[in-house]
C-alpha cells in the first residue's frame, strides 16, 4: 500500500511577505511589487514556463543575484576609543579596561 501524496496547492505571496523576506536576506529596498507582478503576468510560471512551487527559491537563485551587494545592518557597538563617562571625547587613558578621556571624566565617574 503507498501513501497518498499530499502537496499543498501553491499560494502566491503578498507583496508584503516578498519585502519582509527580501529584507530579512539584506535588501531591504527591493521592489517587491514588481517580483509579485513579474510572476502573475506569467500566471505563476518561470521563464522556462514551469510552475512556481517555492517563490523562496525563486528570489534566492534568480532575484538575489542580479541584485549586487547585500545591505547589511551593522548593530551599533560601543567604541572602545570613547570615553565611557559620555562626554563624547575619545579616551586617551585606559584605566582597568575602562577608557576615560580626562582627568574630570575619572574625577566624575571614579570620584577621584
Known amino acids: 500500500m503507498t501513501k497518498p501524496t499530499t502537496t499543498k496547492p501553491f499560494?502566491?505571496?503578498s507583496v508584503e511577505q516578498v519585502r519582509a523576506y527580501a529584507a530579512s536576506r539584506?535588501?531591504?529596498?527591493?521592489?517587491?511589487?514588481?517580483f509579485c507582478d513579474y510572476y502573475a503576468a506569467a500566471d505563476w510560471r518561470d521563464g522556462q514556463g514551469s510552475p512556481v512551487k517555492n517563490w523562496k527559491q525563486k528570489f534566492i537563485a534568480v532575484w538575489e543575484?542580479?541584485?549586487g551587494t547585500r545591505k547589511t545592518v551593522v548593530a551599533a557597538t560601543p567604541s572602545t576609543n570613547a570615553c565611557c563617562c559620555g562626554c563624547g571625547r575619545?579616551?586617551?587613558?585606559?584605566?582597568?579596561?575602562?577608557?576615560?578621556?580626562?582627568?574630570?571624566c575619572r574625577k566624575k565617574v571614579l570620584g577621584w
Open 11 to 13: 499560494v502566491p505571496p
Open 90 to 104: 575619545s579616551a586617551r587613558i585606559i584605566v582597568g579596561n575602562t577608557p576615560f578621556a580626562s582627568r574630570d
Open 26 to 34: 539584506g535588501y531591504p529596498q527591493f521592489d517587491a511589487k514588481m
Open 65 to 67: 543575484p542580479k541584485l
